[in-house]
C-alpha cells in the first residue's frame, strides 16, 4: 500500500481480475509509491486523494456493459483533466481490436499483451517514469 514519501513517484495500481504476477515488489525496487485497488470504484476514490504518476490496470472487455465497452472508459475519461498521468494497460491478446478502438479515443502510455513478464512491465515503468511530467 501506499507509504506516504511525498518525494516518490506515485504509482495506482487497479487489479480487478488479476491473471498476472503481483508487481509490488517490482515497484518498491524503482522507489515507487504504490496504491493497489481491486475495483474501478476504489480507483475512482483513490483518484479523489492523489493524482498518481503512473496507473496500472487490466483492461477488461466485457459485451454486456450498456454504455462502454470495458471497465477502462470512466477511468480514462476521468483521467482527461490530468494529461500527465501515464497508463500502462494490461490486457488479454484476443480483446487488441477492442483496445484498440478505446486507445483511439483516449491516451494510453503502453499495452502489455498478457502473460506479462516483469521485464517488460519493468521496462513500461521506466520510460513512464523518465517522461518529464506535463502537469
Same mark, same amino acid.
Given at each position: ?24 515488489? +517490482?515497484?518498491?525496487? +524503482? ?12 480507483? @475512482?476514490?483513490? +483518484?479523489?486523494?492523489?493524482?498518481? $504518476? %503512473?496507473?496500472?490496470? $487490466?483492461? #477488461?472487455? &466485457? ?7 470495458? #471497465?477502462? $472508459? ?5 483521467? @482527461?483533466?490530468?494529461?500527465? %498521468? ?5 490486457? @488479454?491478446? /484476443?480483446? &487488441? ?24 512491465? /519493468? /521496462?513500461?515503468?521506466? @520510460? ?8
Amino acid at each position: 500500500m501506499a507509504n506516504g514519501t511525498d518525494n516518490s513517484p506515485h504509482l495506482l495500481a487497479i487489479i480487478e481480475l488479476g491473471g498476472y504476477p503481483n508487481f509490488t515488489p +517490482l515497484y518498491k525496487r +524503482l522507489g515507487v509509491d504504490a496504491e493497489l485497488v481491486s475495483s474501478q470504484r476504489k480507483a @475512482q476514490a483513490a +483518484l479523489k486523494r492523489r493524482v498518481p $504518476e %503512473v496507473i496500472v490496470a $487490466e483492461y #477488461n472487455f &466485457q459485451s454486456d456493459f450498456r454504455d462502454r465497452t470495458s #471497465n477502462l $472508459e470512466t477511468l480514462m475519461a476521468r483521467l @482527461q483533466k490530468h494529461p500527465e %498521468v501515464r497508463v500502462i494497460c494490461i490486457y @488479454q491478446p /484476443e480483446y &487488441q481490436h477492442k483496445l484498440d478502438a478505446l486507445r483511439a479515443r483516449f491516451p494510453v502510455f503502453a499495452a502489455l499483451p498478457l502473460p506479462v513478464s516483469e521485464a517488460a512491465m /519493468e /521496462e513500461a515503468l521506466q @520510460q513512464a517514469l523518465s517522461k518529464p511530467s506535463k502537469g
